[in-house]
């Protein structure tokens, strides 16, 4: 066979001189380069093909050094793993993941098998134990603080000490099924799709008034991956639930093979947290540069300079002025209405808790009197008493932490809200909200176990 029938391109061909030279595997390159030249591009790819391996290496090298020394230091972010997609509630945080919060507060998260905050349970119910689950948002995963922190630990805690005044007799466990920015609506999904399974006697539905209600319309909210319920068309009727949220483009590209690599990635590496937890703290720069207003004592048509505060929508202190608004308050009470309904179906007793906004429960009462002058209303109460009449027209009982942690902080000058290095009595529960919120759940369960008995009946009891 001759060389020139070769398949392999490259072979040694010789020129007239005898010399033998390298044949290109690109035929064109010998009608745009000599013959003789041919070497030496040849030698420039392979020299230039070394270099980039060699950038190559170093670049993983680097990585990996990296990522062990954030490891050894301790260095992750929770919010960059906290969102994973979830079909049914549109997210929900990775199962046995472990991260670090350190911009509001500081505590060491970790998830259950279920992706919960909250150790793990097995669903059959021990033999004697009052089990409480907890629904709700950020102010119940309570990322801002330690575990022991969190209102519902503190309420369990004070349960099961077995206190001479209380009728609730240990061992009382609560079970967290809360996630930050959960709505009333991936809050009773939640209670269908996972709470439900683990036979609660109690399940306390955690409502922030700061926010819950405009979560609850998608005129109101700009959230890509949130489930919504609708009003039942006629009385009686059942919620629609309107779960485009997954032919949505975010939701489709979170659950693509490149989001989820993407996702997996997050989970995985300290670096990608990094990256992350560095394009977050810049956002939060720019927001808490602005300023709030919570003092401003006159009052304000305009909402660009009305007093406000963060993440709170001003248009819950007063009647709904739009239609979505009023759909907002129509699709909120609909879903307290069917999460009575259903805890009680499943045997246990339900428990609306509503959780009011820093400026509602600041211990100088002259600052919510002046907000709310400022928003040209008569107080900041209207949600309040409009989800306690809602609550009684179901007879769902609630428990009216604004009014209670209120007066709580003006008689011992605290602030429940904030942390150091935010805005004072601003944002979600610090360590003493938190404990107030617990002490008064434990001691509302007590009352109402206390009233149960003396009426001859079974409510917050443990059931077997």
């Keep these: 066979m001759r060389l020139s029938n070769l398949p392999d391109a490259g072979i040694l061909r010789r020129r007239a001189g005898g010399v033998p030279t390298l044949a290109p595997r690109r035929p064109w390159l010998r009608l745009l380069l000599p013959v003789n030249l041919l070497p030496a591009v040849m030698s420039r790819k392979r020299a230039w093909l070394g270099s980039l391996g060699l950038l190559l290496a170093a670049l993983v090298t680097a990585l990996l050094l990296a990522e062990g020394l954030l490891r050894a230091a301790g260095q992750s972010y929770y919010w960059a793993v906290a969102k994973r997609p979830d079909p049914v509630l549109g997210w929900r945080p990775p199962p046995q993941v472990q991260a670090w919060q350190r911009f509001e507060g500081e505590a060491l998260v970790r998830t259950n098998a279920l992706g919960f905050r909250d150790d793990d349970h097995a669903p059959p119910k021990p033999a004697g134990t009052l089990r409480i689950a ?148 810049g956002r939060l720069r720019a927001l808490t540069a602005a300023p709030v207003a919570a003092d401003r004592a006159a009052p304000s048509e305009d909402a660009a300079t009305a007093p406000q505060e963060p993440g709170v929508d001003n248009a819950i202190y007063g009647p709904p002025d739009s ?34 906004t820093g400026v509602q429960v600041h211990p100088d009462p002259r600052v919510p009197a002046r907000f709310a002058a400022a928003l040209g209303v008569a107080d900041l109460g209207y949600p309040v008493r409009r989800l306690l009449d809602a609550a009684a027209r179901h007879e769902l009982a609630v428990l009216n932490l604004p009014a209670l942690l209120s007066a709580r902080a003006e008689r011992d000058g605290v602030l429940l809200h904030g942390f150091p290095g935010g805005r004072p009595g601003l944002g979600h529960w610090n360590a003493d909200g938190h404990r107030a919120a617990g002490e008064a759940a434990a001691e509302h369960l007590c009352t109402m176990a206390a009233e149960a008995l003396g009426a001859g009946g079974e409510s917050v009891q443990a059931r077997d």
């Design 134 to 281: 907890v629904l709700g948002d950020s102010f119940t995963e309570a990322v801002q603080v330690p575990l022991a922190q969190t209102w519902w630990r503190v309420m369990a805690a004070r349960l099961g000490a077995g206190a001479e005044d209380c009728a609730l007799t240990p061992p009382v466990a609560a079970l967290n099924f809360a996630v930050s920015g959960y709505s009333t609506a991936q809050s009773l999904l939640t209670w269908r799709a996972h709470a439900r399974r683990f036979d609660p006697d109690v399940v306390v539905l955690a409502f922030f008034i700061g926010n819950d209600l405009s979560e609850n319309h998608p005129a109101l909210d700009a959230e890509p991956l949130r489930p919504y319920f609708r009003p039942p068309a006629a009385e009686g009727g059942e919620l629609v639930l309107d779960d485009g949220f997954r032919r949505n483009p975010a939701y489709q590209a979170a659950t693509s093979a490149l989001g989820q690599t993407r996702q997996w990635l997050l989970e995985r590496s300290r670096v990608a947290q990094l990256v992350v937890q560095a394009r977050d703290a």
């Design 323 to 356: 239609s979505a608004w009023r759909e907002a308050w129509q699709a909120t009470e609909a879903m307290l209405a069917a999460f009575a309904k259903e805890v009680r179906a499943a045997g246990a007793t339900p428990l609306l808790m509503l959780i009011g």
